[in-house]
């Protein structure tokens, strides 16, 4: 397809806008910013006052946490293992490199394509702590800004709201490990409740995510813990209600724009009147998995009908919108349609698990796997190359099929209602340096560059690996660079000069 100037423009500049965390904030005007907030048990965007948005969605299994049931892992059984098994093998750099090249396979752009094709209009990104920082807490850094390196959830980010798809990142394995299961990417022990550090670690990581991403509106919000439980699962005690209390708190000494989204598992009561702790703009979450004699349609309907009632109930007691942020409905097709039209028609939000499944035939997923065994890596016996091979080859077009059963039942549903889509808005992107000057911009097939002082000037592009793909002298305080012929992907921005020095990240995404 011809690219033109103008669709590269736009394209590029909406993609900066997962980078909030170079955002400058007058990017948005404040009367005008179309965050989606709460409105008794509605979720509304424009600040919580224009229309009803209700989120309708699959979370995205399987790319950041492996569960060898759903995802391309043999030999470890957890994310943990495999990681240290990687490293241990390989090195750290080739290790990260391997996880790289099965991320950059499993989920892309048109995937959220997908996802949008079907109706829907989110997307729960299931995210693992030590995707953005060490088990002592330690942020994984930039290289080129030197800044923490949000790069890849950027990029997942961008692509979904370039479908017009809103994100809500749920961290699914958290320090220590919230619920001790292989879904939370370690199975020694629910460690989160019985250590302060990996306690301080939760803070740090929302608190970290929460200056990163709170000036983007494409973020419907922040899903504190998934299925937290130190009786695992038993449900939730008091030890969870008092991290989500802090984690609230921390969140929103940086950002009031977002939903707080807070799980109960596994009833409503287990969380408190949210007006009794103090806090606002806050969605409760409820997981649901019927687990015997789930093919019979009036189990099923029983089962459904009953939470559907217990929803509507707290609901409204608590005054909080409901998202259901998993479940699945199992093989019946018949089940399928009655329960997504039943709870469409009773005001749920949904993200049903999961989006894509190895299982051949699977009613897991919304795309199944054609043939998952030849591109499944064993990371205890396989060799590097083999691992390499093997990850580098789960991209949805080409090895996996759409399940009609699932998805034309969600695409049903989801059509019932107006179908609200995050409202793309170009952004600036601001500099780091010894002054907070630089402004970047992507203009026609040109980079944009303004700083607060002419000068003389060395300007470099670099990609994520910091080599230099460009660079160029410049006189005065603005000027451009050919961007033609770049490839997609995160580039670093430095501008050097005798005594000033300014750097920042721009994102190309066509």
């Not at 009367?31 to 919580?48: H, Q, V």
């Not at 000068?455 to 592009?461: A, D, K, N, Q, S």
Request: proline share 5%; hydrophobic share 40%; with cysteine.
């Amino acid at each position: 397809m011809k690219k033109s100037a103008t669709a590269f423009a736009i394209s590029a500049s909406l993609a900066c806008m997962g980078l909030s965390a170079l955002c400058a904030p007058s990017a948005f005007a404040q009367a005008s910013r179309p965050f989606l907030k709460t409105d008794g048990i509605y979720i509304r965007n424009g600040n919580g006052t224009g229309d009803t948005v209700w989120l309708y969605g699959v979370n995205f299994g399987g790319l950041f946490v492996h569960e060898p049931w759903m995802s391309p892992l043999a030999g470890p059984t957890t994310e943990w293992d495999s990681r240290t098994t990687l490293e241990t093998r390989f090195g750290k750099p080739a290790a990260q490199k391997l996880l790289a090249t099965y991320w950059d396979s499993w989920a892309t752009a048109v995937d959220f394509k997908n996802i949008a094709a079907d109706g829907m209009n989110c997307v729960r990104m299931p995210v693992y702590f030590l995707d953005f920082m060490d088990d002592n807490g330690n942020w994984r850094m930039d290289s080129v800004t030197k800044a923490i390196d949000f790069a890849r959830i950027d990029k997942l980010v961008n692509a979904a709201t370039a479908a017009g798809v809103f994100t809500v990142l749920d961290l699914h394995g958290a320090p220590g490990s919230q619920n001790g299961n292989q879904h939370s990417g370690k199975t020694t022990g629910a460690n989160l409740y019985t250590t302060p550090r990996y306690q301080d670690m939760l803070i740090k990581f929302w608190t970290g995510m929460a200056d990163h991403f709170k000036d983007n509106p494409a973020i419907a919000g922040y899903d504190l813990l998934n299925e937290p439980s130190s009786t695992f699962p038993g449900a939730m005690g008091q030890n969870v209600v008092d991290l989500y209390d802090r984690s609230y708190k921390a969140i929103r000494t940086l950002d009031s724009n977002h939903i707080v989204f807070m799980e109960a598992i596994w009833a409503w009561n287990l969380l408190p009147d949210p007006k009794t702790k103090g806090w606002s703009n806050v969605s409760y979450s409820l997981h649901y998995y019927q687990w015997t004699n789930n093919s019979d349609f009036n189990t099923m309907k029983t089962f459904f009908d009953g939470k559907i009632s217990d929803a509507k109930t707290w609901s409204v007691k608590y005054q909080v919108p409901h998202f259901a942020g998993e479940f699945t409905l199992f093989g019946n097709p018949q089940v399928w349609d009655y329960g997504m039209t039943a709870i469409v028609k009773e005001n749920w939000n949904w993200t049903f698990w999961s989006y894509k499944v190895t299982g051949t035939n699977s009613s897991w997923g919304l795309y199944t796997a054609k043939n998952p065994g030849p591109n499944t890596p064993n990371v205890n016996t396989d060799t590097y190359d083999q691992i390499l091979q093997k990850w580098g080859h789960w991209d949805t077009p080409t090895y996996f099929t759409r399940n009609a059963m699932v998805g034309d039942a969600v695409k049903k549903a989801a059509l019932l209602r107006p179908v609200v889509r995050p409202t793309l808005t170009p952004t600036s992107v601001a500099g780091r340096g010894k002054e907070q000057g630089l402004a970047l911009r992507l203009s026609g097939r040109a980079l944009a560059i303004s700083l607060p002082q002419a000068g003389t000037w060395r300007v470099t592009l670099r990609n994520l690996r910091g080599k230099a793909v460009r660079s160029l002298r410049a006189e005065g305080k603005s000027f451009s660079m050919p961007a033609e012929g770049l490839e997609n992907g995160v580039y670093g921005v430095t501008v050097d000069g005798a005594d000033q020095s300014y750097s920042g990240r721009i994102v190309i995404e066509r």
